[in-house]
């Protein structure tokens, strides 16, 4: 099995966002900004119901919360501005009487859009935005976590974030590479 990376360039991920919104869908858009920000498998993000995102009062939700499908545990979080700007354009372009209804429904309907499907919808955003890596659904989770770590977040915490059972686990789960590690020894000079 090949692993895949993190988007580690942030005017790549601004290519795709846009390519997203231009050429795909609001929901394809949607799924991948809330993929980056939030860190969430791509089995927890397709699972995400109207409910999840919207109060009964019909106005958006500042926090999501659920329970992660691989590991049980309680999940809670804040919608990013980023995150929220997306979710407020695409609730605008859908049903959302139903609460109970998939966040990201497939053309079909009926049923959330497959893993496939994103997988597909990522990889071509990435090829025009020229990414050389290989890319997946997980690419979103790990660059939240590579994001994070180069903002200068604890290790330890973003380990919390991804559950993760080490920081070793995280790190070289977010693809930090010796390159990144020697640059601490070439940079420091006290």
Do not use: C, W
Request: aromatic letters at 6%; hydrophobic letters at 35%; a positive charge.
């Amino acid at each position: 099995m090949n692993t895949v990376e993190p988007i580690r360039e942030k005017k790549t991920i601004e290519k795709m966002k846009k390519y997203l919104k231009e050429h795909k869908t609001l929901r394809d858009y949607t799924i991948f900004t809330l993929g980056i920000n939030s860190g969430l498998r791509i089995s927890d993000l397709l699972n995400l119901r109207v409910s999840d995102v919207i109060d009964s009062k019909g106005k958006m939700r500042n926090r999501i919360s659920l329970s992660e499908k691989k590991t049980g545990k309680t999940k809670d979080f804040p919608i990013s501005e980023s995150s929220a700007k997306a979710l407020n354009e695409f609730i605008a372009t859908i049903d959302i009487s139903n609460k109970d209804t998939p966040l990201f429904l497939s053309r079909q309907g009926g049923e959330s859009v497959s893993r496939f499907q994103v997988y597909r919808i990522i990889n071509d955003a990435a090829k025009h935005a020229k990414v050389s890596d290989l890319v997946g659904t997980h690419t979103m989770r790990k660059t939240f976590g590579y994001h994070a770590y180069k903002m200068g977040m604890d290790i330890t915490l973003i380990q919390k974030l991804l559950n993760h059972s080490s920081p070793a686990i995280t790190l070289s789960y977010i693809g930090i590479t010796r390159e990144d590690l020697d640059n601490v020894y070439m940079n420091l000079n006290l």
